[in-house]
């Protein structure tokens, strides 16, 4: 019987491979922190820079300066407009993005190593010396208050910002990146050198490099890359004051599918029951075909292409949230499906199989997680925006398998919370929701 | 500000340097079994991790009429159990030992793939082995499963207005080939799918001598031989699976024009597509100038000639783009794309737009933009190394749309060869009217639209 003998053939192979990151952290002779992973048999180095803050530092009458900044980045620095840069960058087969989200603004660069040097200097330009001149911001204005305009229409966009305007109040995190067509219609020049100053600080840089470089090489890189950066920027915002109604709230949108996003309170990386919820929730709602949710709502009934609950730790907010898509006619069933997953997990935690099942996913997954200088280089981003210390790599799987039965019963009792868990509907459901 | 001297005397240096650059990237060996199954492996041994695929030789293009959507639902079903494994084991089985797994349907080919620690190679070819030729369906694992695909659909196409623009286009744009069929089903056709729809196409084409399968990752070639004969070897041939002959597009003689409305448009585009040449085995030069050219003309916005021209100086675009499917079994599409600034009409957008396609095609091509982008495309070899997965894809790809391996290892020297001549023989080649769509996508209200689809 093939049966027993695949899972003979797990349990015997149970053993996650493990990856070897060597990372290594340096101090540059200007002081800035990196992580180096070296790794000399492809000749090109995949760069990482991120800035903590992001798009929450703007002020509620200003949001959308620090995206519009950065999406300004690639459009001209120095003596270069942005055709000059673009010319430079694809001159020296390199590639160079800029990204902000609610927590930060990251550059991802990836340089042949024969190019080091002038990838640096192309690189330094763009942090240090900006043009914003005022050519491109009108036509990168235009490109946002588009992308603004689309989002307006899309009922994921619709549901996720009413869900974070309900959850975060006056906090930063419930506003939009992007901003709206009337504060981004609005800003000025100064408002996006401002947003510049505040959000691209030596104070709150976190590097790391996977790839063809040594460690000399690189603190001289990212001394170059940095320095020419101030040392400080605008106060971070402060933790979120969370508040959860519960129950549903719809918003009346002409769609053939519904879409649901629904969230409660979440717990803290710093946690020391972190890892318990998380294996919770893995077997809950994030193990992609696994999950209870899937199973119930996608597997059994069709009622889903893709139901998902995930952990969300922000800088200043933790959450347990998730989402789906469903027929108007099946909304109420698929929420009703979600409440009932969640009382019975909260009420009798998981099986000793879903456990072992779950373990055995998460460490064997974690590792091949590390399986390119791109993803490598972006991983240590993460963690060192995180707080984790390079250690983890090595000592996280044994956190997971730590984990418990009981551990998890009882996290699972006291972090579900039914009562709090707050749904957003965008679409015209129908029957009764609450 | 002094950056640019230094960079320009860098230039030449590194121009010199990138020529030399390698054009190998990973180790890639190729072997076929016995009973026809193609193997590709791909070395990359810096992580103990493994991807497996196996391409099946059959997409949506393939379907009988009527059937549209079944390559597509016959997908879902593979993993709703096999002779060996029950419904939902093989996921259940890839998770427990700490790997991902997946598939995808497209025009021309079926893929399903996992991607595990390198030990657990052998474990996961016998159960892809296992349901080659062994599936095994019922009633009530099936049924919900048309559940799940009609929610895809919903979320994925008839939830996007800009989606149901491309599948519209799409059936404009191919008269009588079945690429002109979305690849998940017309709404009408996949709702009506049955289980044994799915057991007589699966029965049609899965079999050793219509799949590829790709290993990419931590493993030896030998090692993968051994591991293939043991798993797949037993799994016989097909003898009645014979090469695709598909109907083929008639002479297309008339330049149409779609407008497409729809009430959740909050940004209003056109997008204009031309039936174009695709990469032939051993004759891949013409594909090889459509690709520079959709590069020159509409690849990175702002040094690309649309970009500069509609963006830049005409102002009128919010956003430009070419592209190109390159790698497809039959003749693909070359496409444009507009979105214009407010208070610019899609009419005026589609007038700039032709008269930059005129003014290329009347100037000559930048030497120095061309000589960019071949040296982009080098450096891409060395980049690509980072990713075993994405050259396993690349492979299971060209090898599922009538190209070979020599093909493949070909492509990228055609690619520095193709001279500005030949791009702009392809351009006034494949920018011709009556093979084009013009397709409008822009708001309307509701009870227009409503009354639009009820006519």
Known sequence: MIRAALTSAAILLAVPAFAEVDVQTLESPGGIHAWLVEEHSIPFVALEIGFRGGTSLDAPEKQGATNLMTALLEEGAGDMDAQDFAKARDDLAMSASFRSWDDGVSVSARFLTETMEPAGDLLRTVLADPAFDAEAVERVRGQVLASIRSDSEDPQAIAGQALAEAIYGNHPYARPGDGTEETVSALTRDDIVAAWKGAMARDRVYVSAVGDITPDQLTALIDKVLGGLPETGAPLPGPADLSFAGGVQVIDYPTPQAVIRFAQPGISRDDPDFFAAYVMNQVLGAGSFESRLMDEIREKRGLTYGVAAYLSAKDRSDLLAGGMATANASVAESIGLIRQEWQKMKDEGVTQDELDRAKTYLTGAYPLRFDGNGRIASILMGMQMDGMDPDYIATRNAKVEAVTLEDVRRVAGELLDPAKLSFVVVGQPEGALN | ?455
């Open chain 2, 1 to 455: 500000m002094n950056m640019l001297s230094p960079l320009r005397a860098v230039w030449p240096l590194s121009i010199a340097l990138a020529a030399a650059l390698p054009a190998a990237a990973q180790e890639v060996t190729t072997f076929t079994l016995e009973n026809g199954l193609d193997v590709v492996v791909i070395e990359d041994h810096r992580a103990p991790a493994v991807t497996q695929m196996v391409w099946y030789k059959v997409g949506s293009a393939d379907e009988p009429a009527g059937k549209n959507g079944i390559a597509h639902y016959l997908e879902h079903l593979m993993f709703k159990g096999t002779d060996l494994l029950e419904p939902g084991e093989f996921s259940r089985v890839v998770s427990a030992n700490g790997g991902n797994d997946n598939a995808f349907t497209s025009f021309d080919q079926t893929a399903y793939f996992q991607h595990v620690a390198a030990s657990r190679l052998d474990l996961m070819m016998q159960m892809e082995a296992s349901r080659m030729t062994g599936l095994k369906l019922t009633e009530d694992v099936v049924k919900p499963e048309l559940g799940v695909i009609i929610e895809e659909r919903n979320q994925r196409t008839d939830s996007d207005p800009g989606a149901l623009f491309g599948e519209q286009r799409r059936a404009a744009q191919f008269l009588h080939h079945p690429y002109g069929n979305p690849i998940i089903g017309w709404p009408a056709e996949m709702s009506a799918l049955t289980l044994q729809d799915a057991v007589s196409f699966y029965h049609d084409h899965y079999a050793p001598n219509n799949a590829i399968l790709v290993v990419a990752g931590d493993v030896a070639p030998d090692e993968v031989r051994r591991l293939a004969e043991k798993n797949y070897g037993p799994i016989p041939a097909n003898p009645d699976i014979a090469e695709r002959q598909r109907v083929q597009e008639p002479p297309q003689l008339a330049a149409r024009h779609l407008d497409f409305r729809d009430p959740r448009v909050a940004q209003p585009y056109l997008v204009r597509s031309y039936l174009a040449p695709e990469r032939d085995s051993g004759a891949q030069e013409e594909a090889a100038a459509l690709v520079l050219l959709s590069d020159l003309l509409g690849g990175e916005p702002n040094s690309s000639v649309l970009g500069r021209a509609l963006q830049f100086d005409r102002k009128v675009a919010i956003y430009s783009s070419a592209s190109y499917d390159a790698t497809s079994l039959d003749d693909s599409t070359f496409t444009l794309s507009v979105v214009p600034v407010p208070g610019v009409t899609l009419e005026e957008a589609e007038v700039a737009l032709d008269e930059v396609l005129q003014a290329f095609l009347d100037a000559p091509v930048d030497a120095g933009k061309l000589a960019t982008l071949k040296r982009q495309y080098r450096a891409s070899e060395i980049y690509k190394r980072d990713s075993a997965d994405a050259v396993a894809r690349q492979y299971g790809q060209a090898l599922t749309s009538g190209l070979t391996v020599e093909d493949v290892a070909a492509w990228p020297q055609i690619v520095q060869d193709v001279t500005a001549e030949d791009i702009k023989a392809a351009a006034a080649k494949v920018f011709d009217a009556r093979k084009s769509v013009t397709g409008y996508l822009r708001p309307a209200a509701p009870e227009e639209a409503a009354a639009e689809v009820s006519q």
